[in-house]
């Protein structure tokens, strides 16, 4: 029968130390991921007429995410749309004068009225010379030089009236609808703006978090739909004694480990609280400030945040 011999205790030593050297000794953090989410809402009340995103999706900036029912909006839009159009012609025909075929009428009476001048014109002369021979007497001569004067006084109204209809609108009517162009203009975009509140997009990348309400419920204006997590907006929570915070710095560097995160994820501290977390009832004796730790923010690069979820707990290590 062989007998056993106890193994030297060099080799056991040596076991020993190898086995420290595979523990580390650095000091961990105990913390929590965190979202800042976005709740993206309308101004405007309406029926939920369309969700095209769902929970977990990851959608693009300026993806569609829901619509509401907007037909009262839709109709105001197109009444300021014709009423920008109403105001806009009436100033061009301001600034036009009046139309080709007012401006012929104009020149018709005009022609009637040269000719009804002339006619008055010659009868007076005929008069003139009929009267220096006692052909009639003064009173007809003096209606023949009425009506000649009164024909040519037409003529000359008639050709003002008529560089008159070449003339734009005065300058004070020109600014009051150019005025009134500017008022429909902003009633227009007013309109627009009411609409495009009918129909809202992702103001970010990012993951849809959560959906409040389903299709044909009511939404009351300002209540969020859809809420979303932009890879920006993960942050973690961890927690450091006291002996700790303040050597602490933002922009420090940190290491995040988390079950199932694989590789440690790095981090960048961006807010340190002054405010202890926990204050002993009583005061700060030698072992009560042992339990005071602070709270410090620190924020992955945005490619590292798909690796991490709100409420995780994490391990961080500072740099």
């Known amino acids: 029968m062989r007998t056993l011999r106890p193994l030297p205790a060099v080799p056991v030593l040596a076991l020993l130390l190898l086995a420290g050297c595979g523990n580390s000794d650095q000091a961990f953090y105990q913390g929590y991921v965190e979202g800042e989410y ?12 369309a969700l095209t995103v769902r929970r977990g999706q990851q959608v693009g900036a300026e993806a569609p995410l829901y ?58 002369q005929r008069d003139s010379a009929q009267f220096r021979i006692g052909g009639i007497a003064r009173s007809q001569l003096d209606d023949s030089r009425e009506q000649a004067q009164s024909d040519a006084a037409r003529v000359r ?58 299709v ?32 602490l710095k933002v922009g420090q560097q940190a290491m995040l480990r988390c079950d199932g995160c694989g590789d440690p994820i790095p981090v960048r501290i961006d807010y340190v609280s002054d405010q202890a977390e926990y204050t002993p009832p009583v005061i700060y004796s030698r072992e009560s400030r042992s339990k005071l730790v602070y709270m410090v923010e620190a924020r992955p690069a945005p490619e590292a945040a798909a690796r991490l979820h709100p409420g995780q707990p994490v391990e961080a290590t500072l740099q």
């Open 67 to 124: 619509a509401l029912e907007a037909t009262r909006e839709a109709a105001a839009r197109d009444q300021a749309s014709a009423e920008l159009a109403a105001a806009n012609a009436q100033l061009e025909d301001i600034a036009t004068g009046k139309r080709p075929p007012e401006v012929d009428v104009s020149r018709a009476q005009l022609a009637q009225a040269q000719a009804a001048s002339r006619r008055s014109a010659a009868q007076l």
């Open 157 to 214: 109204e008639l050709k003002a009236q008529l560089e008159v209809t070449r003339l734009p609108g005065r300058d004070e009517q020109r600014r009051a609808q150019a005025a009134q162009v500017e008022a429909a203009r902003a009633a227009l975009a007013q309109a627009e703006w009411t609409l495009a509140q009918k129909r809202l997009a992702a103001p970010a990348a990012g993951q849809v978090f959560d959906t409040m309400y389903r």
């Open 216 to 247: 044909g419920e009511w939404v009351p204006a300002g209540s969020p739909v859809v809420s979303l997590l932009p890879p920006g907006n993960v942050k973690v929570r961890f927690f450091v004694p006291e002996t700790v915070v303040g050597s």
């Open 38 to 49: 976005v709740y993206v809402a309308s101004s405007e009340a309406g029926r939920l007429d």
